[in-house]
């Protein structure tokens, strides 16, 4: 059996998310892992170490186009006849995977957060993360998309042989007019700590509570809907289930009630902590910790003790 793992790279770099992928893929331990990548990257001993036996180099083929890298991935992988196909259920995982799966005629499971057990059974997260649902693939081939931050990136130590590959790409449908591309941010589905404020903050001018709270926790930066819709903040920070559902070790909310429609999106993290002065918020039903009290004084207090820790 022969596993394929898309990596998604970022100003030359592995993504975080990518690296987890091929670190799953061999923790599957049911054949050989070949990684694959498009345009600049860090080479291939940085995926052998974590379980990759090879690296396939695509050149760079400018912004991404979600036809043309599905077109690219289904390519490779049927050149080296590999069974499963791994990538991240990150943005563009969640755009490329419908697309591979339909070009090679595969199985296709999303939002995975375990490793197949004997039988050949995944579980993956349903209902915005708010249950877990026991699948078995049937198909000859499969393409599983694995939830960022479910999975430990364990090293392995193997060799791997970097491949050129020559793969025909047709021009898309889709014509880019505009890319906006927002730098020098962890990204929020990816993030090991995220911090998101709510309307209790009262309004944008006192958003540097929480991004002075992020920098000392090297954290990314969140809201509720109700601080995108009033554009306090850009939408791309709108975390919950009409926005981006993520997975962070440590999540604090502030000033956040905790609408079921936030709850959902955010629901998955490992640990949760709520900041609130009113001590009947939803929220704390469902934290790890809580601390009732007025962010404009705890806030402070915090980012202090942990700037002089």
Known sequence: MAILVFVETQDGKYKKAGLEAVSYA????????????????????????????????????????????SSAISQVASSLNVDTVVISNSYAGKDIAPQIAGQLNASLATNVVSLPNAEGEITRGVYSGKAFAQVKLNGAKK??????????????????????????????????????????????????????GGRGL????NWG??????????????????????????????VGQTGITIKPNLYIAIGISGAIQHLAGVSSSKTIVV??????????????YGIVGDAFDVIPKLTEALRNN
């Open 26 to 69: 061999a923790q599957m331990n049911v054949g050989e892992v070949t990684a694959l990548c498009i345009g600049e990257h860090e080479g291939a001993d940085a995926v052998a170490k974590i379980g990759a036996s090879a690296l396939v180099a695509l050149p760079d083929m400018g912004h991404f186009d979600a036809q043309k890298v």
């Open 143 to 196: 393409v599983l998309a694995i939830t960022p931050n479910s999975f430990d990136i364990i090293d392995n130590n193997k060799a791997a042989a970097l491949k050129e590959m020559d793969v025909t790409i047709s021009e898309g449908r889709v014509v880019l007019k505009e890319l906006k591309k927002v730098t020098g941010k962890i990204p929020l589905t990816e993030a090991e700590v995220v911090i998101s």
């Open 202 to 205: 009262k309004g944008p001018e």
């Open 209 to 238: 509570l929480v991004e002075d709270l992020a920098d000392e926790l090297n954290a990314a930066t969140a809201c509720s809907k109700p601080v995108s819709d009033m554009e306090w903040r850009p939408h791309s920070e709108h």
């Open 275 to 288: 900041i609130n002065k009113d001590p009947e918020a939803p929220f704390f039903k469902a934290a790890d």
